[in-house]
């Protein structure tokens, strides 16, 4: 009788339209989470990670799927590390004792993401750095030139938040030739020049991190990475107004503004207004700039992001000292 009715569910998991073509259906929440749709993209996800008809492989991509989606919106409510996005990552991981390599590199990729997040705080990533070695060692084994970059690239963040700068350095050249070789993708070099801006703040050099933060986000909208691009537009307008650039900086700045609005992200909207009362303090606006830090406190409060709302408060504070 058992095993009649296990017959009968997998027959009809196989009839099931929404369980057909795991392929189509994953590149369907890959998109979604790219364009910034992330309630679809989970809600997709969450209907599918239980699919009977689909092979392991794909139930394993699935749930690290959901998992990222999972991240993407911690993100944006300040809500990092989200232990439900563990959850379905080990879920993954469980689906099949001996994995293909490539299959097995991508759950240690995922580890190492989720628990480069959960290990912020300490800023010494000891289980983040273990999973990433272990995912490099297992993409070179697969032969996986891209997601050997990733975990390359993801080591190589490790390193800048140790402050070993010279060990990430290393780490995201190797990263950016690896995805050459491989054919680059604009998504990962919006990555790569991120991170060699922040480096090249590290040493000083503003106008050469200003230009690479530029090419950062011009590759995420190339690669029509919505909410990549909201951060890479406050990054480099938030650095061009140090830079005594403040009017350069309203072209990023209202872009992020704007994306902040149509992905509703409490995040980007408390940065993107923190980057704005500093732009109408350069501009001589000191009322303009005092409204925008109450925006920043009232919406950094509401999220729990103590670091925002101290830079506003503080901003605040500065204003009426001035006055």
Do not use: W
Request: with cysteine; net charge negative.
């Amino acid at each position: 009788m058992r095993l009649i009715s296990l017959l009968l569910v997998a027959a009809l998991g196989a009839t099931d339209p929404l369980c057909n073509d795991a392929d189509t259906k994953i590149e369907s929440i890959r998109r979604l989470r790219t364009k910034g749709e992330l309630q679809a993209a989970r809600e997709l996800a969450e209907k599918l990670v239980d699919c009977a008809a689909f092979a392991a492989a794909d139930r394993i991509a699935l749930r690290l799927e959901l998992a990222e989606v999972l991240e993407h919106q911690g993100l944006h409510h300040e809500s990092l590390p989200v232990p439900e996005a563990l959850r379905h990552i080990e879920a993954a991981a469980a689906l099949d004792d001996d994995p293909a390599p490539a299959t097995a590199a991508a759950i240690e990729l995922a580890r190492a993401g989720y628990h480069y997040r959960a290990e912020a705080r300490t800023r010494l990533f000891p289980k983040a750095i273990l999973h990433v070695q272990q995912a490099i060692s297992r993409f070179q084994e697969a032969g996986d030139r891209h997601g050997e970059a990733d975990a390359l690239h993801l080591l190589g963040v490790l390193r800048f938040q140790r402050g070993e700068y010279d060990e990430a350095r290393e780490l995201f050249d190797r990263s950016l030739a690896v995805d050459d070789e491989a054919g680059s993708r604009p998504f990962f070099r919006g990555e790569h020049d991120r991170y060699a801006g922040f480096l090249l703040l590290t040493r000083g050099d503003r106008e050469a991190a200003l230009a690479a933060f530029e090419s950062s986000l011009a590759a995420y909208q190339q690669a029509g990475a919505v909410g990549e691009s909201l951060f890479a537009a406050i990054t480099y307008a938030s650095t061009l107004v140090a830079a005594d650039r403040a009017r350069d900086a309203q072209e990023p700045l209202l872009y992020a503004l704007m994306i902040a609005e149509k992905l509703d992200s409490p995040s980007g909207k408390s940065r993107a207004a923190l980057v704005l009362g500093q732009l109408y303090e350069k501009l001589g606006d000191p009322a303009g700039a005092a409204h925008a830090y109450e925006l920043t406190a009232a919406i950094a409060r509401a999220i729990g992001s103590d670091a925002v709302e101290r830079q506003a408060s503080a901003s605040l504070q500065r204003l009426v000292t001035a006055r």
